[in-house]
């Protein structure tokens, strides 16, 4: 029962270069979301999406895509990525209002 | 949006004791709040959970206290133990789906 998985774990990518976060989950739960996490700024949401096909924007959306193609993937993708996207980003999915996360992905935009 | 928050950034306790992490919240509308531990380099993981309509409830281990007039939410952790040092946080949740998460309390278990 693998839940919740994200990859890749750790990415190195350089300011200007697009980079895709993966997210899947096996529960086929209706609501995915996108965090990221700062030291003091604590979880932020980016994009979240209540079903396939459907998006939203969070609190902070800008640099950010996203697309939910079927129920179980919610890529986010960083256009071109700058040096204030380095963070670690958490995936999550929830049935109803309980969120489960993934274990997260670091990324270092350099 | 309103935001949750935490009394103490850091809290020490010694292996065996019970521990006692509180968060306020500011969102009279708050109908649902979540307890998250979070180890190293690792992604939140569920705890507890309470309605509003409820004040308190019991877990394994842990029980989730919520006083709605302070509004005010703690969380204690019976028998504290190593594996229980982690950074913990509330969220809450108010009409839509969306969680407002607080900034976190670490929790450090002296052996």
């Known amino acids: 029962d693998a839940g919740i998985t994200q990859s890749p774990r750790y990415k190195i990518t350089e300011t200007g270069r697009q980079v895709t976060l993966m997210c899947h989950q096996t529960w086929s739960h209706s609501y995915m979301f996108w965090y990221r996490q700062d030291l003091g700024h604590g979880l932020r949401l980016i994009y979240y999406?209540?079903?396939?096909?459907?998006?939203d924007k969070g609190e902070v959306p800008d640099g950010y895509v996203v697309s939910r193609s079927k129920t179980e993937n919610f890529p986010l993708t960083l256009e071109s990525a700058t040096r204030s996207q380095t963070s670690v980003y958490f995936c999550?999915?929830?049935?109803?209002?309980?969120?489960?996360f993934g274990p997260g992905t670091r990324l270092l935009v350099l | 949006g309103e935001s949750v928050g935490l009394h103490l950034p850091t809290l020490s306790v010694q292996e065996g004791d019970n521990s006692i992490i509180n968060c306020a919240y500011s969102?009279?509308?708050?109908?649902?709040f979540i307890w998250y531990k979070q180890e190293s380099g690792k992604g939140p993981q569920f705890i507890i959970d309470?309605?509003?309509?409820?004040d308190k409830r019991q877990g394994q281990r842990v029980t989730v206290l919520l006083n709605k007039t302070v509004k005010h939410l703690s969380l204690q952790i019976a028998a504290t133990q190593p594996g229980d040092s982690a950074v913990y946080f509330c969220a809450e949740k108010d009409a839509g789906n969306m969680l407002t998460f607080g900034g976190g309390t670490r929790l450090m278990v002296k052996p």
């Open positions: 999550a999915s929830a049935v109803k209002e309980t969120q489960y």
């Open positions: 309470i309605r509003s309509n409820m």
């Open positions: 969102n009279s509308a708050s109908d649902y």
């Open positions: 999406s209540a079903a396939a096909d459907i998006t």
